[in-house]
């Protein structure tokens, strides 16, 4: 996210939550802005997904940070999906590209708006306060060689369908981008190496 929360505000249409603190790069589990009920605020990237251990102890909580449109209407989605959906702004997103070990990073953007917006849907947690995920849907051929799937990326006249449509309307823009995305394939490491442990 190269923009400020005011940025967005002004170009989503919305209110800038006041101390929104969201870094340059989300990653998840961590806190990212989102356009959602008129205001551009921070929430956390990823549902909760209780995990138990080998011995049924619990572990901390996984965060799904993806929605597949073909699981929109399961149990896990359903009711997010149906009364609170929000728009992620996004300057672009990383996958990684190449062999094990030695992936690296590759961006992709869409077209025209920085930000644009990616469709996502959002819920309150107990474990993280409110918490959001971006749906996805099957990747566009520019993809092909690095990821199946792809962020559902919405034209800035669908926002308002996406946002106050009624739930068929808003999976009727499930669907792949087949205009052409901006590519930046880089020598980046996809996996920061960990910092050495002082003993």
Known sequence: MRKTVDEVAELFGATPARGANFAGEVYPGYPGLVVAEGQARVMNWGFPLAMTGKRGQPLKPKAVTNAREDKLHTAFWRDSFARRRCLVPVSHWAEAEGEAGRMTRTWYAGPGEDPFAVAG??????????????????????????????????ARSDWRRWLDGTPEQAFALCRTCLDGLTVDRTADPWARPRAATLL
């Not at 309150?124 to 792809?150: L, S």
């Open 121 to 154: 849907t959002w819920r309150p947690t107990a474990e993280w306060g409110d918490a959001y995920a971006m749906v996805m849907v099957d990747g566009c051929d520019q993809m092909a060689a690095v990821h199946d799937r792809m962020p559902v990326l919405l």
